[in-house]
T-cell receptor
Framework: AQKVTQAQTEISVVEKEDVTLDCVYETRDTTYYLFWYKQPPSGELVFLIRRNSFDEQNEISGRYSWNFQKSTSSFNFTITASQVVDSAVYFCALSERTNAGKSTFGDGTTLTVKP | DVKVTQSSRYLVKRTGEKVFLECVQDMDHENMFWYRQDPGLGLRLIYF???????EKGDIPEGYSVSREKKERFSLILESASTNQTSMYLC????????????FGPGTRLTVL
């Protein structure tokens, strides 16, 4: 069965600090997809990034970067120079080819960035 | 601009009432999902539908049913609401391919008294 663990329930940082959100997954499938979503205080989840199991290349998008390591089954998300607007709940999710299109979400990490 | 809309942002119902939560997407997506979100429990899948009139149970289907008569609309039904169904309900849609992201609605916060 697929499983996603986000061990950090809540993180609080001061603006301009760097912060890393951890995501560890379990799967028996060789073909799978990992996602990060952001849920701001307004409530609507927004897609941030996707990675497939055959692409371990890390990605940087502005202040955001993602580190995917199959060896440790991790897909971590780093925000550099955090801002107050980064305050949100962040979810990591996993979709397996063998699981009929269903996604499994982690419990989420609540990030608070203080001015 | 792509969109998933949900019929209500806030809803208050009484125990035993039949409750309908409606979700509409305008992206012609094949897949639609209903989740509930509770503090500390993340998003849990209730039901999903991969085509019109097709549905599959998620992780927590007990006490819920769904209806998908048209491609754009996916309804979640609480046949007899109970207080433990007080929660935030999120609808999402996705085009057919597994690697695509889900698009979420704004959520319905349901309170059952």
């Amino acid at each position: 069965a697929q499983k996603v663990t986000q061990a950090q329930t809540e993180i609080s940082v001061v603006e301009k600090e760097d912060v890393t959100l951890d995501c560890v997954y379990e799967t028996r499938d060789t073909t799978y997809y990992l996602f990060w979503y952001k849920q701001p205080p307004s409530g609507e989840l927004v897609f941030l990034i996707r990675r497939n199991s055959f692409d371990e290349q890390n990605e940087i998008s502005g202040r955001y970067s993602w580190n995917f390591q199959k060896s440790t089954s991790s897909f971590n998300f780093t925000i550099t120079a955090s801002q107050v607007v980064d305050s949100a709940v962040y979810f990591c999710a996993l979709s397996e080819r063998t699981n009929a299109g269903k996604s499994t979400f982690g419990d989420g990490t609540t990030l608070t960035v203080k001015p | 601009d792509v969109k998933v809309t949900q019929s209500s942002r806030y809803l208050v119902k009484r125990t035993g009432e039949k409750v309908f939560l409606e979700c509409v997407q305008d992206m012609d997506h094949e897949n639609m999902f209903w989740y509930r979100q509770d503090p500390g429990l993340g998003l849990r899948l209730i039901y999903f539908s991969y085509d019109v009139k097709m549905k599959e149970k998620g992780d927590i289907p007990e006490g819920y049913s769904v209806s998908r008569e048209k491609k754009e609309r996916f309804s979640l039904i609480l046949e007899s609401a109970s207080t433990n169904q007080t929660s935030m309900y999120l609808c999402a849609s996705r085009s057919g391919l597994l690697h695509n992201e889900q698009f979420f609605g704004p959520g319905t916060r349901l309170t059952v008294l």
